[in-house]
């Protein structure tokens, strides 16, 4: 009865290289965020979408493209990846509304060499 | 802009002893939400426990309370009687307009 899963957990690639992280909830959630951890553990969020339509878009390089197939997947496509983009990854979701709780996922660890 | 500043990186304390994790913010909002997250090594990040600003009552979840002053923008997490599960990162986050801003962390060691 996972709340928010993402896949994989651990991902390591090369330089260059394009790679997808997905993520589900089964909250029934409307928004769903996308988080990246540094290796300081600084949380910054990417991106927020509520009911599939972008909502808060960060400074984020445009490498990174979150897509949103219905209101329970947030995938985040990554191309050319680069040395820089190893971090941990947390989708997060929650009802909408700006006092909402955030439940976040298990997180996925990239390595990029 | 909103910031949250955790000024302790590091803690350790003994097992069954209370532990207080601090906590400001800055913020020109009356109204917002304040948080804290724990993350075990497993890295989940789980909800411990939320507070409402407009809420005078602090809040409070088994072992863990917080003690929010709002005036002093200071919202502090006390655990008590700590438990060996309780090593972990806490977060401290601020929550306004859907958009979570988190502390920088704090790493206590419960200690057997």
């Known amino acids: 009865d996972t709340a928010v899963s993402q896949t994989p957990k651990y991902l390591v690639t090369q330089m260059g290289n394009d790679k997808s992280i997905k993520c589900e909830q089964n909250?029934?959630?409307?928004?769903m965020y996308w988080y990246k951890q540094d290796s300081k553990k600084f949380l910054k969020i990417m991106f927020s979408?509520?009911?599939?339509?972008?909502?808060i878009n960060e400074t984020v390089p445009n490498r990174f493209s979150p897509k949103s197939p219905d209101k329970a997947h947030l995938n985040l496509h990554i191309n050319s990846l680069e040395l820089g983009d190893s971090a941990v990854y947390f989708c997060?979701?929650?009802?909408?509304?700006?006092?909402?709780?955030?439940?976040f996922g298990p997180g996925t660890r990239l390595l990029v060499l | 802009a909103q910031t949250v500043t955790q000024s302790q990186p590091e803690m350790s304390v003994q097992e069954a002893e209370t532990v207080t994790l601090s906590c400001t913010y800055d913020?020109?909002?009356?109204?917002?939400?304040l948080f804290w997250y724990k993350q075990p090594p497993s890295r989940q990040m789980i909800l411990v426990i939320r507070?409402?600003?407009?809420?005078?009552q602090n809040a409070t979840e088994n072992r863990f309370s917080v003690n929010f002053q709002k005036a002093a923008k200071s919202f502090s997490l006390k655990i008590s009687d700590s438990q060996l599960g309780d090593t972990a990162m806490y977060f401290c986050?601020?929550?306004?307009?859907?958009?979570?801003?988190f502390g920088k962390g704090t790493r206590l060691h419960i200690l057997p």
């Open positions: 913020t020109s909002e009356s109204n917002y939400y």
């Open positions: 909250l029934g959630h409307d928004t």
């Open positions: 986050a601020f929550l306004r307009d859907d958009k979570i801003i």
């Open positions: 979408y509520n009911n599939k339509e972008l909502i």
């Open positions: 507070q409402e600003a407009y809420k005078q």
């Open positions: 997060a979701s929650s009802l909408p509304g700006v006092q909402e709780t955030q439940y």
